[in-house]
């Protein structure tokens, strides 16, 4: 079964740091594209990052020098390296996983169940 | 301000059809291929249509989508009070070199 699952979330202090990672089993992660999707409290979506097969990362511009995405092929992990948080940051993490590397990056097609992270004094 | 533009809410009666649109620009829904999101409350999204049209498997045949020019459109058929959800449209901008979703549309089935 093709699953997604997400970890290390909590509650960090502004300014602080914190690492996510998204478990992948059913498929490899190297093979697809991999993403960071959040959900501040009461509001939409929100695209974070992508990593492409060859390395090739993309980030949001309200996280962009702060935030890292990247992946362990040896654990099928992708993680989310989160820097600098701030009280904005505030949000349930989704990790999504994109279209095989053959293709565009034009979905997301299985989802975690996200993980969430509070940022607040 | 979301880049991808949806109405905030929609509604219709059991067993009606609703239309959702998502608006944007030749950067992103005219140049590149538009997926569609439901998200029940308190669940993860779930991917309904991708590459404009397309189901993936086990998504029934009542979800269609469409793209005409700089906007595209999820439509619902046989409406079910378990349909009520949020949706999204995304893609992704070849300008901004990022992955675009819409503000989202509540769904509410009457």
């Known amino acids: 079964e093709v699953q997604l699952v997400e970890s290390g979330g909590g509650l960090v202090q502004p300014g602080g740091s914190l690492r996510l990672s998204c478990a992948a089993s059913g498929f490899t992660v190297s093979s697809n594209y991999m993403s960071w999707v959040r959900q501040a409290p009461g509001k939409g979506l929100e695209w974070v990052s992508v990593i492409y097969s060859g390395g090739r990362k993309y980030y949001a511009d309200s996280v962009k020098g702060r935030f890292i995405i990247s992946r362990d092929n040896s654990r099928n992990t992708l993680y989310l390296q989160m820097n600098s948080l701030r009280v904005e940051d505030t949000a349930v993490y989704y990790c999504?996983?994109?279209?095989?590397?053959?293709?565009?990056?034009?979905?997301?097609?299985?989802w975690g169940k996200g993980t969430t992270v509070t940022v607040s004094s | 301000q979301s880049v991808l533009t949806q109405p905030p809410s929609v509604s219709a009666a059991p067993g009606q059809k609703v239309t959702i649109s998502c608006s944007g620009s030749s950067s992103n829904i005219g140049n590149n291929y538009v997926s569609w999101y439901q998200q029940l409350p308190g669940t993860a999204p779930k991917l309904l249509i991708y590459?404009?049209?397309k189901r993936p498997s086990g998504i029934p045949d009542r979800f269609s989508g469409s793209r005409s020019g700089t906007s595209a459109t999820l439509g619902i058929t046989g409406l079910q009070t378990g349909d009520e959800a949020d949706y999204y449209c995304?893609?992704?901008?070849?300008?901004?070199?990022?992955?675009?979703f819409g503000g989202g549309t509540k769904l509410t089935v009457l």
């Open positions: 590459d404009n049209n």
């Open positions: 995304g893609t992704w901008d070849s300008s901004l070199s990022a992955w675009v």
């Open positions: 999504a996983r994109g279209p095989p590397i053959s293709q565009y990056y034009y979905y997301m097609d299985v």
